[in-house]
Structure formats: C-alpha cells, structure tokens
C-alpha cells in the first residue's frame, strides 16, 4: 500500500528523505553470479548527482554508494542487495520559511493534506534526492542487462522554446547519441542545439525563473515477446516507472500523441524480411504491439514539467494562520531538471525490462528452454534414472 516498491521479480524498494541521514534502495531478484562493483553503480550515480554543472543545483553531495548486501567478491549471490547513500549536505535551516507555506507546483500541500504532519526539509520522500536509490537499482539492472545485450539511453529533445534537430538525432547510431549527450551539460545529443539550449537555461536562472523539457528513451537489443497482456503491458509498465519519477508530466510511445493526427496507412509499421528475419519496415509503435514486444527498439519520450522551486515571487498561503501571503524560493534548486531525469529515466526502463524478461522467463519456461536445448538433451536430462526401481516408496 505504501508505494515504495516497484516491480514483480527484478523489484526494488526506494527509502530515505532528502534531509535525513541518508537515502538508499533494497533490490529483490537479482540474478545471481553477475559481476557487480561499487565503482559500476558509483558512475551512474556520478551522473545523477547535484552541483555537476551549472545547469543543476550547487548542493554538493559525493552521493558515495555504500553496499550493505548481496554482493560477495565482485558477484551478485541472488539474495536482497542493499545499498545506502549519506545525505551530507543539507543545509535544512535554507527550508524554515517553507514549514507553513507549500511551495506552488511542489508536493507540499498534498503531503501536508494526506498525511497531516510534513518533513518540510526538502519535501521529503517528493524530492529529486529520492531517485538516488532508483538510479543505484538502476546500475544494477543495466548490469544485468548488458549480459543479455539490451541497453539503454536517455536524452535530452528539448529545453524551453529549443528542439533537437530530428534529422540529426536521425543521422547519430545509439553510440553516437551514448557519446554526445557526455560532452554537454544540458545532455543533448544534437551538439548544435545543445548551445541554445544551454543558454535557454542560463537566462532562465538569471531572471529566478526555471525551464521544461522533453527527453526521449532508447532501448536497445530487447528481443520480441517482453510484456504480459492484459495490465501489465510493457508500455503500460513503462509508462508507471517514468510517471512515477518527480515533474514528470506526459508519456509518449513511438509516435505517441502525434499517432493522433496520422492515417492508419501512415501509422502501421509494415512487416518485411530483412536478412531472413521478421523486422518491421518502420517504428511508429515504439517497439511495442499489443503490449508486447516487436524487437524493434523501445523509444518513449517524457515530458518534464519547470523545476517548481523558483525565486521569482509567487502567491501561496500560511496553512497554520490560513491567510495567503508570497514566497520566493531561495534554497539550492536545478534550474532544469530535464538533464538530471536522463540517468534517472534510464535506470527506470533498466528495472521494468529486466523485471519482463525475468516474468517471461518464468512464464515461457517450457518453450524458452526447449528452444535452447535441442530435444534429444531435454529428453536424456529428464529421463528416469535407471536405479529409479531401488527408490523404496512407503505406502500409509
Ligand atoms: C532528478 C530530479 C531533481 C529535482 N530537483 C528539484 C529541485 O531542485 N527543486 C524542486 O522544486 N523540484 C525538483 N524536482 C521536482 C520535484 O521532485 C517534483 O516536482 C515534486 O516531487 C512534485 O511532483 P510532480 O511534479 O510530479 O507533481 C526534481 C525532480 C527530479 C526527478
């Protein structure tokens, strides 16, 4: 009921505030014997973390992961992982002016509704800081992933009023796109745009204002049938992870909401043979049909609403002397937060395809492992042992 699991066999359970002693995760299901270290989940945690550039917050936080469990000499040994990050630099005092007012846009008011007594530090379990588990369950998934050779990677299509050129992020393999969105701050994988983009935050934090953006998700190497009709789709559970992660506010698969305005003759993904494999002429689903999956490449785009936390004057109330009043935020805050999703985004997909190919594992049993083997093997490893006849059975 609490909401702070995700997942059926690959599942983890996020804990911590952003103002408390530390933030961390408890990963149920990982495979056992995969080769895991501190250092594989510190650099995507390194990607994550604040005060990297000037596009995101200046609180300084070494976001160092500490591995309490689960992991014996380099390995995973298939029993609960958990793993702890310190919170070290709060600075809380920076959050008394906000113990009565909500922050506009922040989840303060509903906290302060739903449970009648509110962490005000921060906002608590409704802050950024709270995907640092994600992202170090994330590391993990990715890992366990890569051996069966899918990846992931997220970017940025969009800050404010400055798009991405299509045609270039069309031109960019996934290595490109892997490559470029390292080499600026914004995360985008169109250099040229990046600039702009760039700026567009810049002038947004110098008028105490903060900036939206899109960013899109490349999944890669998923092989077809991943999802489980009818609730738990792929896209479906996809479209939980992503919207359950903070300012998110619309999902897209494929062509998303532009499959609106399309014919059906403009729309389907015709099937055709390419190198003697069933492949898809296009792929306005997203990789996805039915729930299900084509093989093709998953792409789904989020959309990241403005940082709410602004120094701009905006109008709130005093909920404890119920008169309204103004408040500007002073705190430590991103001016964007597009760029800081994108690790964050991608350890999201990581967890729910692991999560699917682990169920469809479970589920396909039979025809996964005849596949594999051929059947004169399954036969011989099921065969009765010949001394089966000195089994003494007891009758009762
Ligand atoms: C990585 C990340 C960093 C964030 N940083 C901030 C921040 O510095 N200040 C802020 O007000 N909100 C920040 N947010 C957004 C809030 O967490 C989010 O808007 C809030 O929980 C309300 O949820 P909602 O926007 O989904 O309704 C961040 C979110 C993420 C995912």
């Known amino acids: 009921m609490a909401g702070n699991t995700f997942g059926e066999i690959f599942r983890i359970t996020t804990w911590g505030e952003s103002h408390g002693p530390a933030v961390g995760v408890v990963i149920d299901g990982a495979v056992p014997g995969i080769e895991i270290t501190a250092e594989d989940i510190q650099k995507e945690l390194d990607r994550r973390k604040p005060g990297q ?22 390995k995973t040994t298939g029993t609960s992982i958990s793993l702890l990050i310190r919170n070290s630099d709060q600075q809380s005092s920076a959050y008394d002016s906000l113990r009565d007012t909500p922050r506009p846009g922040h989840a303060d008011f509903c906290y302060a509704e739903k449970y009648g007594i509110r962490d005000h530090r921060g906002g608590g379990r409704s802050s950024g800081r709270e995907t640092a588990g994600r992202v170090a369950a994330g590391a993990v998934a990715k890992k366990i992933l890569s051996e069966f050779g899918i990846d992931i990677v997220c970017h940025t299509t969009r800050i404010g009023g400055i798009a991405a050129n299509p045609d270039v992020l069309n031109d960019l393999p996934f290595e490109g796109i892997l490559e470029n969105i390292e080499k600026n701050s914004v995360r985008c994988a169109d250099l040229a745009a990046a600039v702009l983009m760039e700026a567009e935050v810049a002038e947004a934090k110098r008028t105490g204002d903060s900036v939206g953006g899109i960013v899109e998700g490349l ?42 305005a399309a014919f059906g003759s403009e729309m389907n993904d015709a099937f055709e043979i390419k190198s003697g494999k069933i492949a898809a002429a296009s792929n306005n689903a997203g990789g996805i049909l039915g729930g299900i999956t084509t093989g093709e490449i998953i792409r789904f785009r989020a959309a990241i609403k403005p940082t709410p936390s602004i120094s701009i004057s905006q109008k709130t109330v005093n909920m404890a002397e119920m008169k309204e009043t103004e408040i500007s935020i002073q705190g430590r805050h991103d001016p964007v937060i597009a760029p800081r999703f994108v690790p964050v985004g991608e350890a999201m997909a990581a967890i729910v395809v692991l999560d699917h190919l682990m169920r469809n594992e479970a589920l396909c049993l039979s025809k996964n492992y005849k596949n594999r083997k051929n059947s004169s093997e399954l036969r011989s490893e099921l065969t009765v042992p010949s001394d089966r006849s000195k089994i003494k059975t007891k009758e009762v």
Request: hydrophobic residues 45%; glycine residues 14%; charged residues 20%.
């Open 53 to 74: 550039s000037s596009v995101s917050t200046p609180r300084q936080e070494s976001d160092t992961v500490e591995i309490l469990s689960g992991v014996f000499e380099g």
């Open 219 to 260: 999944i890669r190497g998923v092989p077809a049938g991943l999802g489980e009709p009818v609730f738990d789709k792929l896209d479906a559970d996809l479209a939980k992870a992503i919207m359950s992660i903070g300012a998110v506010k619309g999902f897209e698969i494929g062509a998303g909401f532009a499959a609106a």
